[in-house]
């Protein structure tokens, strides 16, 4: 049962102060965990005649770094969509889990299977950041059913060790910021060099994206102990591939989104992508790193064209 109350949660990632711009969801984990889901558009008539979208963040990230597309998407004067982020159990609103052993990507995706069966969402388009399209991968051989559509953003069936040692070195030594200024300069230096397109406003709302105030301190928003996982990924082994799942998306209509300087996701990776799946659309963001903000940089516009795509397969 899904517990439904006006959300404001989503608004301290942009500043913004509008009243009501989504539904805070909270629901049941299978194992009992509450969990969290941020709800556009869901009352909005004009929502219901299009296929949803379903939004998966990042490895530590939450649904604050989709709030500013999810409006642009729900509230679209010729299309608008009802717009679902999820924050997995440790992460955001969401609760901690007690065993950090099921921080897992396996145990994510059921998580999502309970969310959209607790917000009556039998399929959607899905737009997976990261470990979000690592999930999508995972649905696509486990519940393909529920997907009509992807979008996998600075993801794809490899993952490269330098990629991810960067993640793994930004996380483990990252200093702790004073206060939202110091946040957003700490990011900036951190990411500038990736991230050329971002301007100073840019990094104010990433830091509220990124961070939480706790007993007076900043701290990221997410549990500690989902860092544990990492410990013990040895980067000097190659790392497991999912090309037989991302073969199976790829009997959808799919788009791949590139950061111009992703670590994570290799041009030559995109390239075997697109070779083995013709119909995959591959677009490749200039001035952004891993993973592209999907509100900026004129991302919106080609997310829209795509879904309007995707529309247009259906009816026909």
């Known amino acids: 049962m899904a517990d439904n109350r006006p959300g404001t949660a989503g608004m301290a990632a942009t500043g913004t102060h509008e009243p009501d711009t989504h539904e805070d969801v909270y629901f049941s984990a299978g ?53 679902v982020s999820f924050d997995y159990r440790g992460r955001g609103l969401s609760g901690w889990d007690r065993d950090p052993a ?18 009556g969402l039998e399929h959607a388009i899905f737009i997976g950041t990261s470990r979000g399209g690592l999930i999508m991968h995972v ?30 070195a930004y996380l483990s030594r990252t200093p702790s910021p004073g206060n939202w200024e110091d946040a957003a300069r700490i990011l900036r230096e951190a990411h500038s060099k990736s991230f050329s397109a971002l301007s100073e406003s840019d990094w104010a709302d990433f830091a509220r994206a990124v961070y939480v105030e706790k007993k007076g301190k900043l701290v990221p928003d997410y549990d500690p102990a989902l860092l544990h996982g990492l410990k013990g990924i040895d980067l000097n082994t190659p790392l497991p591939t999912l090309w037989p799942q991302f073969e199976g998306l790829g009997r959808m209509p799919l788009l791949a989104l ?45 997310l829209r064209q795509f879904f309007a795509s995707v529309d247009r397969q259906r009816r026909h």
């Open 31 to 83: 194992d009992g965990l509450r969990l969290h889901a941020a709800d556009y558009g869901r009352h909005d008539p004009a929502t219901r005649e299009r296929l949803p979208v379903v939004c998966l963040p990042g490895l530590t990230r939450n649904t604050r770094d989709f709030h500013d597309l999810a409006l642009l998407l729900s509230r679209d004067a010729k299309a608008p969509r009802r717009v």
């Open 102 to 119: 099921r921080y897992t990507i396996l145990v994510e995706a059921e998580d999502v299977l309970a969310g959209m069966a607790a917000l």
């Open 139 to 168: 649905l696509a051989a486990t519940r393909p059913g529920v997907m009509a559509a992807g979008v996998l953003n600075d993801i794809g069936p490899v993952i490269e060790g330098a990629g991810l040692a960067q993640i793994k």
């Open 258 to 302: 590139r950061g111009e300087h992703s670590a994570l996701l290799s041009e030559k990776t995109l390239v075997e992508m697109k070779a083995r799946v013709p119909s995959l659309q591959t677009v490749t963001i200039p001035g952004h790193g891993h993973a592209p903000v999907l509100h900026l940089s004129g991302i919106p516009e080609i």
